[in-house]
C-alpha cells in the first residue's frame, strides 16, 4: 500500500503555499472564470504534485509546463476554461478524458464529475498518472491504457468528453459515444492553428462553440508501452 501525501505536502510552502494558489485564483477570475466550484477546486488541488519537483516552484504560473515523454501540463486557465463549459452543459455524471498526461485535469474533474473515464495512450505517463490520483484518495477514477481517438465506447454514452490533445478533425468516434445534450470541448487542428471547440449533441444535430485560439501537443493514434 502506498503512503498518502502529507498534509505538508498538499499545502506545500513558498512558492506552492495556499497564498500562491489564491493569487493563481485571482487571475483565473480576472481572465473571465466564472464558476465558483471550479475556482474552489483549482484552489484547493496540489498543482505542484503533478509536475516534477525542480518544476514545483512554477506549478501556479498561468503557462504550461512540460511533463515527460514529451507532454505537457496544460495552463491552469486552459484547464479552468475547458472544466466550466463542461460544468455549465452537462449533467455532472461522467465524463471521459481524452489524454491523462500527468493526472492534473483528472483530478479536477474528479472533484466535478460523479465517475471519471480518462485514456493514456503512453504507459508510463498513466502509470505516474494512476500513483498519484490514488496517493491523493480519488477513487472515482478509472484509467485505461487505450488510443483515445477511439474513446471507451464499452463505458458510452458519456455527458462530458474533453481531450486534452489536439486532433487533425474531430474524432467520430468521440462524436458517437456522446450522450444527447452532453458537451465535447476540444483542440482542432484547422489554417491557422489550433481552436478551441465545443459541441454540443442536441436532437436536431451537432452544435459548435469557438472557445478561441489555443496551443496543445498533437493527438496521436496507436499505443507507446515506453
Known sequence: MMTPYTDLERLGSGMTSPRTRDRMVQRLQEQGIRSLQVLETMRSLPRHLFVDEALAHRAYEDSSLPISQGQTISQ???VARMSE?????????????????????????AELFREVYSLERIRPLQDKARERLQR????????????????????????????AAAPLGVPPALLDQLALNACLVLPVARAG????????????GIEERSLGKVHFVPMRAGLRQS
Open 76 to 78: 491552469p486557465y486552459v
Open 85 to 109: 463549459v463542461l460544468l455549465g452543459a452537462a449533467n455532472h455524471g461522467r465524463v471521459l478524458e481524452v489524454g491523462t498526461g500527468c493526472g492534473y485535469q483528472t483530478a479536477v474533474l
Open 136 to 163: 491523493l484518495g480519488y477513487r472515482n477514477c478509472h484509467l485505461r491504457h487505450a488510443d483515445g481517438l477511439l474513446g471507451w465506447p464499452e463505458e458510452a454514452p458519456f455527458d462530458a468528453i474533453l481531450c
Open 193 to 204: 492553428g489550433q481552436e478551441l471547440i465545443a459541441l454540443y449533441r442536441r436532437e436536431e
